[in-house]
């Protein structure tokens, strides 16, 4: 299995971007997929994820500002991220669990800056 994640970039406070995840490699099904980010010295954090019929998680930091959505028949999830500001600034990485293993993409640089 691979996911393979894209859309990253540099973008300026209050504008937007789109991250994609697309997983491949034999699939028959995914359940939970998510994104999760990791800051320049911190840790990796939850920023969103999904389940297979659509229900949503947000982190409080970007709740009202992410939007998660996902194509089933695509394997593919998404991340719209509207309101960006500085503090967004990270290396965001998808995750897919399937068959009760998590695979992890290779992550995506997103940077917030004037």
């Known amino acids: 299995v691979q996911l393979q994640a894209s859309g990253g970039g540099l973008v300026q406070p209050g504008g937007s971007l789109r991250l994609s995840c697309a997983a491949s490699?034999?699939?028959?099904?995914?359940?939970?997929m998510g994104w999760y980010r990791r800051a320049p010295g911190k840790q990796r954090e939850l920023a969103a994820t999904?389940?297979?019929?659509?229900?949503?998680k947000y982190a409080d930091s970007v709740k009202g500002r992410f939007t998660i959505s996902r194509d089933n028949a695509k394997n593919t999830v998404y991340l719209e991220m509207n309101s960006l500001k500085p503090e967004d600034t990270a290396v965001y990485y998808c995750?897919?669990?399937?068959?009760?293993?998590?695979?992890w993409g290779q992550g995506t640089q997103v940077t917030v800056s004037s």
């Open positions: 995750n897919a669990l399937i068959r009760n293993v998590l695979h």
């Open positions: 490699g034999g699939i028959f099904s995914i359940n939970t």
């Open positions: 999904i389940t297979r019929e659509g229900s949503t």
